[in-house]
């Protein structure tokens, strides 16, 4: 296989807040393998929060370019177990890596990747639109630009929280789901998901911070509202202890390695009935269309990330008022621009 690496900086649509700060453009990193004139794409986004950086990526990467160039596309599990001793502890490497793996072996096969692993897209579920903290006008007219959704994520940790539910709510009757990203208290999770269950609300994705599991304990006992895992789910081994807190987890592929533990991630949580999301950290089409591979398996999908951009790198899966249009390209369906 041939590697090769690019970097970009994505300008956002608008500034995208969350209540850990906003920013108005992503750094991300595509890894491009080749073989027998194919190719294969993957990616990885920096992300402040996790102590990741492109350079960062890149430098893990280039460590094993000499066995990526010395292999030939089997699996994309095979490559993955193969790396795994040296890109273990930078799992947006090994994401990066794992999705262009995905994509190069479906097309490699002439399939999809989701028609390689046997299932069927005909029924899955719609993503939502995410719209970002901001004044309670702008998000209105964030809305606004995507009317019509069926149904959208909206961000808090705010001390008008329930206000911007509020105005958003007067504008639809979409459903809503809200993601605090570690910006609650267990009082406040408690007391905010008795209204805004009275609002449309569906869930609450990670009220508290990851490492409050005893507190976390205390609102899945209490909380009026189903609890879904984000930043206290990275990796396989916390699946298991997810379910002792959390109603559901969301999977990001960044943050657990790609595909190929998600996909084991996935299976673990149906096992322990836990309810299943996927989601996304602002990839360009890249990165959303290896999240589409797995949309048959899950019960919420939150892969707007491309729709985020003012400016995206490559053509693949498509998005329609949450609908997702799967790419006529074999493999993640992905094509640079």
């Known amino acids: ?3 090769t690496l690019r970097s970009y900086i994505l300008p956002l649509r608008h500034p995208f807040g969350i209540s850990r700060g906003t920013h108005d ?21 920096e992300d402040p929060y996790y102590g990741i950086t492109v350079e960062k990526l890149i430098q893990a ?65 719609v993503t939502d639109y995410t719209i970002g903290i901001d004044a309670i006008g702008v998000m209105v007219e964030k809305l606004r630009e995507f009317d019509g959704w069926p149904v959208y994520k909206i961000k808090l ?14 504008e639809t009757d979409a459903r809503f789901r809200v993601d605090a990203n570690c910006g609650w208290t267990a009082d406040e999770t408690i007391r905010n998901a008795a209204a805004l269950a009275e609002l ?4 609450i ?31 396989e081994p916390d699946v298991d202890r ?3 807190c959390f109603h559901g987890i969301n999977i990001k592929l960044t943050k657990c390695g790609g595909l190929t533990p998600a996909r084991r991630m996935i299976a673990r949580a149906k096992e322990l009935g836990l309810q299943v999301m996927v989601g996304c950290m602002t990839e360009s ?37 949450g609908r997702v249009i799967f790419s006529k390209e074999n493999g993640c369906g992905v094509r640079l621009l």
């Open 25 to 45: 453009a992503i750094r991300t990193l595509v890894v491009e393998l080749g073989q027998d004139g194919l190719a294969g794409y993957g990616e990885s986004v």
């Open 200 to 203: 449309g609300v569906e869930f």
């Open 61 to 125: 990467i280039e460590t094993v370019r000499p066995q990526i160039e010395a292999a030939r596309m089997e699996t994309p599990e095979a490559l993955w177990e193969s790396l795994r001793p040296i890109l273990q502890e930078i799992p947006f490497a090994q994401c990066a890596v794992d999705q262009a793996a995905c994509d190069l072996w479906g097309k490699l096969e002439g399939r999809p990747c989701w028609d390689l692993w046997g299932l069927d897209p005909t029924d899955s579920p």
């Open 205 to 235: 994705e990670q009220p508290l911070p990851a490492d409050q599991w005893d507190q976390m304990r205390r609102v899945y006992r209490e909380s009026a509202l189903p609890i879904i895992a984000d930043e206290s789910c990275r990796q």
């Open 157 to 170: 940790g705010t001390p008008d929280d329930l206000d911007i539910v509020r105005a958003l709510r007067r």
């Open 285 to 321: 089409t890249v990165g959303i269309s290896a999240i589409a591979q797995v949309l048959p398996m899950l019960d919420y999908v939150d892969m707007d990330g491309a729709l985020l951009l003012g400016e995206d790198v490559a053509i693949g899966v498509r998005i329609e008022r």
């Open 242 to 244: 997810c379910a002792e």
């Open 1 to 3: 296989m041939e590697l």
